[in-house]
Every structure is written in C-alpha cells, then in structure tokens.
C-alpha cells in the first residue's frame, strides 16, 4: 500500500471539506489554496523547474507545441499542461543558449506550434543570434510552410522518413457570411468610412468588394516576397529557387533532401546518435533550458504543503533594490472597453483599456523604469478604448521613453495606440494600417419570426431606432450613422496627421480609407519608422534612455496560475471577459471544439470575427481590421 498517496488523499479530504465550511476569507483563501494545489496535483510531484544541467555537454531541445502566445504567463505550471509558450521567454532562452558557453548546440523541434508570420521573423533573429556561436538543429516529424519558413534559418533540417514537406506557398482567403445571415433571416446594416475598410464585408457582402480585393493582393505580394527572402537568405539559394520549391509544394522526406529544402533523413534514434557523435557522448539534452523555476513543492508528502502557510505569515518581504529596466507593456487581442480577467482554465482575452491604462500608468510610475516599448498585437476594436489607452501613452511619453513594437497585426484600433510613440517597429509581416472605422448593426427580427416569436416596437424620437436590432436603417438614421462615424474618422486621422505627418512620405488621405499594409510596406511609406523585432525595440529604447546594463521588465508582472485560480475559487473581482466565441451564441460556442477539430483556421477566424462583432454590438462604432485568414 502507498502510504504517501493515502496521506495524500486523506489531505485533500479534508481541505476540501475545510474550504466549503464557514471560516472568514483569509482562513478560506489559505484552504483554497491548499485545495487547489492538492487537486491537481499526484504524489511525487514537484512543482519546480528542472534542476540545473551540468555545466559541461548541455544541448537545449526548445519543442514548439501549442500557440505560440504574445503576453508572458506565470512560472507555475497551467492546469492543463502547457497550453503553449510566451514568445518573449522563448527569444530570451534562445539568446541565453548562444551566449552560454556550456551550450554545443541547439535544437528545434517543431511540434504542432502555430506560428504567425511576424512571430517567424522574431524567432529566425533569435535562431541567426545563435548561429554566431554555434549550430543550431531542427528535426521534425514533417513541417508545413510556417515552420519550414522558420526551420530554413537553422544550420541544419532533418524529417523522419515517413514525414513530409507542405510548402505550397502563401494561401490566404477573405471570410464572408452574409449567405448565412440570409438564410437564417439576419440583415446585415453596416457603414464604413474608407473605399478600403471592409472590415465590415464579413457581413454585408458574398464577395470582396474591388478594394478589398486589391487590397488583399498587394498584401499577399508583400508576405510572399518576405517568406521566399527568409528561405533564400537561411538556405543559401536565390529567390527563384525559392519560388520554385514553393511552385512544386509537396515533397517526400527523400525529395525534399534532393532538392536541398533539408539536409537528412533520419529517424529520432538517428538524429540524437548524430548529435552525441558530433559533440560528446557526455552530452546532456536539456529540454527545460532557460525556463524559470518556481518554488519547489514537493507534494509527496501532505506536511510540505504548510510550507504555503508559513510563506503567508511571513507576509511580503522587502523587494530588492530595483535595477534599472525597460518595462515593456502589452495590448494582446481585440481592443475592449473596462476590465478583463485571467482565467487558468483558458479563455480568449482582450486588451481590456483600463488595464492596459493602469499598466501603462504603473511603468510611468515606477522610478526603475526608464522607457517602456507598448508590445502592440491587436486588430483593434473599440474606439472609445482605443483613446483610453491612447491617451495613457501620450502621458507616459511626457515623462519617459516610448517604443511601439508590433507583433501579427497592429491595425486599425492596434494603430490608433500605437501611433503617438517616439519609434514604432515592425516586422516584415506585420499586418497594419487599417485607418478607418465601421459601425453598424445586425436586424434581427426575420430570424425570431422563423422561430416564433414577433415583437411590437415603440419609439418615440427621431432616431430612437437607430441602435435597435428591429430593422436596418432608414434613411435618415444612416445620414446620422455616418455624421457620427465621419467625426470618429477625423479624429483617427488627425491624431495621425498631428503624430506623424511630417514622417508621411504619401498624402494622407492616400493612405488611410481602411488600407492594410504589412510592416514593409509600412515603413517605405512613412507608418512605422523600422523594421525590426521586440528585442531590437526593447535594445532601440534602452539606448535611447541611456542604459547600458539593465532588466526586462512585463508590467504588470504576469500572474501564475496558482493566483489565476485563487481569484476565481474566492470570488475574486466581477469583472467582464470574453470568452471563446463571444457574440456568437450558445450553438456556435457548443460547436466550436468540434469545428475546430475539422477546420481549425477557418473556425478560429468566424470566432475571432464574432468576437469582434460583440464590440460592435457594445459600442456600434469601432476601430476594426478586416479578418484575414492565411492557411
């Protein structure tokens, strides 16, 4: 018999019964956490990194699995394993292991990860800062286009024999569902100011419009040109060749090594018999390399867990004298109005204005902090919230230094908060632009006559209907529609014409009405000033604040799953999230895990749109990109 596993379930027995009784909330929250970590937790287990590797032979195995996230997590471990990992710790082991002389070489290992094109060029600066020192491997069991774009930087790619190359090029397709408004009877009654801001398109039309479809063009054109470059330079061909690879698209393990898109093929036995053969039979394969360690918790023994009480009657301890550092806040998803809320069990969050507003006003406050970098991942959405955060930038400039730095997609809403830095940065394939706006509404009444059920509507005033899901608008509700969004839109301009106009190498009004650019385009027409990755802003704002040895620092300091939990056990703050597919009803959402199985792009798409809709349905007036889906 196990006696640690029966103390151990005897353990959360009676936490379990002690955090259901009637003690008051310092007592209750103790018992919660303890609950919590008992809950979830096996005997034997620790929850702490792993211990450190000999300092001799170490060969950091980074396996990408899951998303590839922009806003770092905690150190503790997610509930449900690692839903995936921050790109800012993933860069920063990267550059640990190339300046680690213990390090022989690196290795990749492309798990499943989705990976956003911007995001490939953060990780293929990282991968190009290791290789001045040493190899860097990638193996993989196949690789698609996104991760062979990333793989190409490495020294050296090898697939299993069995695996496979999909490298058809870039396909990108524009989302339309006004055929399914019309048959559930739904209309659709949007307005957009700008030929090219067809964010609303989703909705209103079967087809792109010809701007949008021009417009779709020249951004293909541009991401394609970034990706068949990135190849190039890592495989040491030109650009045809390339484009050649791409034009055939399909390649066996066997093929692909012919062609030279990878250098072996070999299974995983093979692959790691090389790298012993290569750089020592003592070598140690350390797969949490770089990761930092939180407390350790050993729970094979129940007495282990008052460790946490003591911690809590200690009460907090004096903090360090504080280094000086460059903090970096971020605005991660759709742009929302108020306050948002963590959740470990997963869930789609916004950049929530006031959060963003308090991080920004805690990193201006902050004396340790001498420049911020505003890590912008967003296509936009609310425009009240768009200002809010604005407005909080515009005060942190007057007192440090701030850097914009671009992740995916910084558009519309994402560029409204990114437009008043000193420096904005870019990725090649960032998406941005998008300076325009779009409100409207979805009538809904045919749909709730196909089920039953009518409704008798009373107004009183002009435009009492103009908000109201009964029916589109009439005339003179559009004209007050478009008033209303006219000056939100002259706003949005002039902010960018008074922060950036003399950076202008077009007229403005060439450049706004909704079009879409990625960063290289952006840069070659005045929109952002360089090309360049979160490091490179992060390196550009400590340069110009005048620091040569400093920290990194996330304001606010991310919040670890053990505190994720405690807020939402204790009741916590009621505070509003989005969650996965918001604004898109109890079947969609009921449908969405299975949709996802089938489809996962394109279902992630229609949520990411529904979500966006939800804005419009708080606000009916927002700062909103179109949604792009490239497979």
């Not at 989005?578 to 079947?587: E, I, K, T, W």
Request: aromatic share 6%; charged share 25%; hydrophobic share 45%.
């Amino acid at each position: 018999m196990n006696t640690t596993a029966n103390h151990t379930c005897e353990l959360r027995l009676w936490l379990s019964f002690l955090a259901k009784a009637h003690f008051g909330p310092t007592a209750r929250r103790f018992f919660l956490a303890l609950y919590a970590v008992c809950l979830f937790a096996t005997p034997g287990q620790t929850l702490a990194g792993a211990a450190a590797a000999p300092r001799e032979g170490i060969i950091p195995v980074f396996r990408l699995v899951g998303s590839l996230m922009e806003v770092p997590m905690g150190d503790d471990l997610p509930l449900f394993g690692p839903a995936g990992v921050s790109l800012k710790e993933l860069v920063e082991r990267l550059d640990k292991a190339a300046a680690d002389p213990a390090v022989k070489a690196v290795v990749i290992v492309p798990g499943g990860a989705s990976v956003g094109l911007a995001q490939v060029e953060e990780l293929r600066g990282a991968i190009a800062r290791v290789r001045r020192h040493k190899e860097v491997h990638v193996h993989a069991d196949s690789l698609d286009m996104g991760q062979y774009v990333l793989a190409s930087g490495a020294t050296r790619i090898s697939v299993v024999p069995t695996g496979a190359l999909i490298v058809p090029g870039l396909h990108g397709s524009s989302l339309h569902v006004r055929g399914l408004l019309d048959k559930i009877g739904v209309k659709p009654d949007f307005i957009a100011e700008g030929a090219y801001k067809s964010a609303a398109e989703l909705f209103m039309r079967e087809q792109p419009s010809p701007e949008a479809d021009e417009m779709m063009n020249w951004l293909m054109d541009s991401l394609y040109s970034t990706v068949t470059e990135l190849v190039a330079s890592g495989r040491n061909v030109d650009v045809a060749k390339a484009r050649e690879w791409f034009d055939t698209g399909l390649f066996t393990a066997e093929q692909a090594k012919a062609a030279g898109l990878i250098d072996a093929v070999e299974q995983h036995e093979d692959f790691e018999s090389m790298l012993t053969a290569r750089y020592g039979a003592r070598v140690v394969f350390d797969r949490k390399y770089g990761k930092k360690a939180s407390a350790e918790l050993d729970l094979s023994s129940p007495l282990a867990l008052f460790k946490i009480w003591g911690d809590l009657l200690r009460g907090p301890q004096p903090a360090p004298a504080a280094k000086p550092a460059v903090g970096i806040v971020y605005v991660s998803g759709p742009i929302l109005p108020g306050e948002g809320s963590s959740n470990p069990l997963g869930s789609v969050l916004g950049a929530f204005s006031t959060d963003v507003r308090e991080a920004i006003e805690e990193a201006a406050e902050d004396p340790s902090i001498r420049a911020v970098v505003l890590r912008i991942d967003s296509p936009g959405g609310s425009a009240t919230a768009s200002e809010i955060i604005l407005d909080a930038t515009k005060r942190l400039k007057a007192r440090k230094k701030l850097v914009v730095s671009m992740g995916n997609v910084a558009g519309s809403g994402g560029y409204y908060v990114a437009c008043g830095a000193d420096t904005i940065f870019a990725d090649a394939a960032t998406l941005t632009g998008s300076i325009g706006v779009v409100g409207g509404k979805l009538a809904t009444t045919e749909m709730w006559k196909k089920v039953g059920i009518t409704f008798k509507d009373y107004k009183r005033g002009e435009n009492a209907g103009i908000l109201s899901s009964s029916d589109v608008f009439n005339e003179r509700e559009r004209a007050r529609m478009r008033e209303f969004m006219a000056d939100v839109y002259r706003v949005f301009t002039n902010h960018v014409a008074a922060i950036r106009g003399d950076r202008l190498r077009q007229p403005l009004d060439s450049l706004t009405g909704g079009r879409v650019y990625t960063g290289k385009q952006a840069l070659e027409l005045g929109l952002v000033d360089r090309l360049g990755t979160l490091r490179d802003a992060v390196a550009f704002a400590a340069e110009q604040a005048g620091l040569d040895d400093y920290d990194v620092r996330v304001v606010p300091e991310p919040k670890g799953f053990l505190d994720q939990l405690l807020e939402q056990l204790s009741g916590g703050e009621d505070k509003r999230r989005v969650q996965l597919g918001a604004g898109g009803g109890m079947l969609l959402r009921l449908a969405a895990p299975y949709l996802q199985g089938l489809d996962p792009e394109r279902t992630g798409a229609i949520l990411s749109a529904l979500c966006r809709l939800e804005v419009l349905r708080q606000e009916r007036v927002a700062l909103s990109m179109p949604e792009f889906l490239f497979e």
